[in-house]
């Protein structure tokens, strides 16, 4: 990683005004990204993952407003950036692969008319070169066929199919940074393998950097450097992977890795995470939001604000008695 | 151990379009047909769990609503209990005494919950079609212990599906499925939709009821992980063919199948980098499938010409473990 990183989200606050009070999505999200890097951020649903995307891209709900902090990506803060800025940026430089690649792809579009509009919006090739330069991204993520399956309409391409499409369409201006919101979500196993595999190469040999947005830590774990563990809108750990792994020292993040099957062999083994998310509406929310639901919640976690305070180098935790 | 569950030779297909461009009022018309479940054979026991294992679109789904009768089988015997149930219109099945005796719960736990019935209604919905219970006290009581049995808290009792958490839609969704004391429960990628924390207490909760109930499950599921937790043994579908089937550690740790062996090399592990992915490329048409051609054959790493001309048969090569595969 080199010294200046590519994106750096500062004190970033996320608030949702609904009918039933402030949700406050996220608070205080500090995270860097470095060149070249894969960053996992990982967590429940509801934990504000995929807000976080969103408020990246500038693209929330409007009852969602970014109440304080910056995210600095390339010397241009994208929280206080004008929309036309943003446009400029959107899709060129910084791109978002989606949950569901059916309801995000048009559907009475041609997969081919679709690539050619990004690569006319977003890139400087000429009308000739559109067909074969669409071509060439299809072939990229390993379409087979790309000549035949250009003319294909979205409804036509399996789900995995549709996926590549959709990774085609945010590499196609060759951006620096993708952000992936669960990307593999509702694909079979192979092909989610298969997916997750395209994911890694092709932002390693593009010399990009990424964030891998996921609820499966297993899957996080195949594809990042490093990942970030949310809940309830904190991001608790920050560590890289290995060491995530093998240490976790945020009582949250031990107990996601237990409640995985993939090291039980019987049911038993299976460690369950007591309670829900805290009901972030609340007017005055612990410091602590993982504290409800702690094991070693003693007094002190409900006093002073608790910042994500460094342990190592790599290694950042939020937690006054980390394991 | 008796066998609650028989399965013979049972074939599912769905007519899609109509071969040919003319249609002729002489003439049968003659479809092109997608094989869903293709020459199916297997058998569960009294309180035993078998997993059910494959892609999506390899017909899994499809056996569980044959076996439900939920839909007709093309071809085939069903027997269930000692009675032989695939003659029964699912029409008629539904007034059946055996309906009780089969129940199922479904992939989606929102959609298979009715949005303006109360979670009570829906769970004592199967108690009076099915137990005839009519007693509202009775009913009431039954109501309130299948709560406690599936872990919901009884105020929860009298809200709407929509107020409820994914997690507690599951535990509904498996309290109305043991409502009439089922002998066997269907369970459609039960927490497909669920947290890895949900997840593990759903998963806890199945492994105790069956043990408990002494009921028989079949596990659909496209997670390997899942179903080597909760089941004693795995059956692998491949493009509605059974590729292979055997215990769990046969299946696990011995496996013989090449797809097999790819799918459980694609269980992401925690902690690891992935290897590289052997199988590529989609899967064949399930659409007028070749005679006499393996089904993984194209996309199998193994894949010789013998595949392309001779289609393997489900062999026994243990007491327990079952390969289709001329290279096992």
């Not at chain 1, 829900?276 to 410091?287: G, M």
């Not at chain 1, 976690?301 to 008695?321: E, G, K, M, Y």
């Not at chain 2, 439900?68 to 219109?89: K, V």
């Not at chain 2, 064949?284 to 005679?291: E, F, R, T």
Request: glycine share 6%.
């Amino acid at each position: 990683m080199s010294a200046i990183p590519l994106l750096s989200i500062e004190n970033f606050s996320v608030e949702f005004r609904t009918r039933h009070g402030v949700v406050h999505a996220l608070e205080n999200v500090n995270l860097n990204v470095g060149h070249q890097e894969i960053v996992g951020i990982v967590g429940e649903s509801g934990s504000g993952k995929s807000v976080l995307s969103l408020a990246l891209m500038r693209i929330l709900d409007p009852a969602g407003r970014i109440t304080s902090g910056k995210a600095v990506f390339g010397g241009l803060d994208l929280v206080s950036a004008k929309e036309e800025d943003l446009a400029e940026i959107r899709g060129r430089e910084l791109t978002m692969i989606f949950q569901n690649p059916r309801s995000a792809l048009n559907p009475i579009r041609k997969v081919g008319q679709q690539l050619r509009d990004v690569l006319l919006r977003h890139t400087t090739t000429i009308h000739e070169q559109l067909r074969s330069r669409a071509m060439e991204c299809l072939s990229m993520v390993r379409i087979a066929d790309p000549e035949r399956r250009m003319d294909a309409y979205p409804a036509e391409l399996s789900g995995g199919q549709c996926q590549r499409v959709m990774i085609a369409m945010a590499l196609a201006a060759k951006p620096s940074l993708l952000i992936a919101d669960e990307p593999t979500t509702g694909l079979d196993v192979t092909t989610q393998a298969v997916v997750v595999d395209l994911i890694r190469d092709l932002v390693k040999t593009n010399h990009m950097s990424a964030i891998f947005i996921t609820h499966d830590l297993a899957l996080a774990s195949q594809i990042c450097d490093r990942i970030a563990v949310m809940h309830a809108g904190h991001i608790v750990e920050i560590a890289a992977t290995e060491e995530l792994f093998s240490s976790p020292r945020h009582p949250y993040t031990r107990q996601l890795i237990n409640a995985m099957p993939h090291h039980c062999s019987h049911v038993s083994e299976l460690g369950a995470i007591p309670g829900n998310l805290p009901d972030l509406r609340a007017d005055t929310l612990p410091p602590c939001r993982f504290s409800m639901r702690c094991s070693s919640h003693v007094e002190a976690c409900d006093l002073a604000p608790l910042p994500l305070s460094f342990i190592n180098t790599h290694h950042q935790v939020a937690c006054r008695f980390p394991l | 151990m008796k066998t609650i569950l028989n399965i013979d030779h049972l074939e599912k297909r769905f007519p899609t379009s109509v071969k040919g461009a003319s249609f002729s009022f002489f003439k049968p018309r003659e479809y092109h047909w997608l094989h869903a479940v293709d020459d199916v054979s297997f058998d569960i026991k009294e309180g035993e769990s078998v997993g059910l294992v494959g892609e999506s679109g390899c017909g899994k789904s499809t056996l569980g609503r044959v076996i439900t009768r939920l839909a007709d089988c093309t071809e085939g015997r069903i027997w269930f209990d000692g009675h032989q149930i695939e003659s029964i219109a699912p029409g008629a099945f539904a007034q059946n005494k055996l309906r009780a005796g089969i129940q199922m719960v479904f992939q989606d736990s929102t959609t298979s919950l009715n949005p303006r019935f109360t979670v009570k209604e829906i769970i004592s919905e199967p108690l009076k079609l099915l137990l005839y219970i009519r007693n509202a006290s009775e009913l009431e009581q039954r109501v309130e212990k299948l709560a406690d049995q599936v872990g919901l808290p009884r105020e929860l009792l009298s809200r709407y599906p929509h107020q409820l958490s994914g997690g507690q839609k599951a535990r509904v969704n498996i309290a109305r499925a043991l409502a009439p004391k089922p002998k066997l429960v269907i369970l459609d990628e039960p927490t497909a939709a669920l947290d890895v924390s949900v997840q593990a207490t759903i998963l806890k909760l199945l492994d105790h009821l069956r043990r408990e109930l002494g009921v028989s499950f079949l596990f659909i599921s496209h997670d390997l992980n899942l179903v080597r937790l909760l089941c004693d043994r795995v059956i692998v579908m491949y493009l509605g063919k059974i590729v292979e089937s055997g215990t769990v550690i046969d299946v696990f740790n011995t496996s013989r199948h090449p797809y097999t062996r790819e799918l459980i090399s694609t269980i992401p592990k925690l902690g690891e980098k992935a290897a590289g992915v052997a199988v590529s490329g989609e899967p064949q048409s399930p659409i007028d499938p070749k005679l006499g051609v393996c089904r993984f054959y194209g996309r199998c790493p193994k894949g010789a010409d013998i595949c392309a001309y001779s289609q393997p048969n489900l062999l026994k090569i243990s007491e327990s473990h079952k390969v289709a595969c001329h290279f096992a």
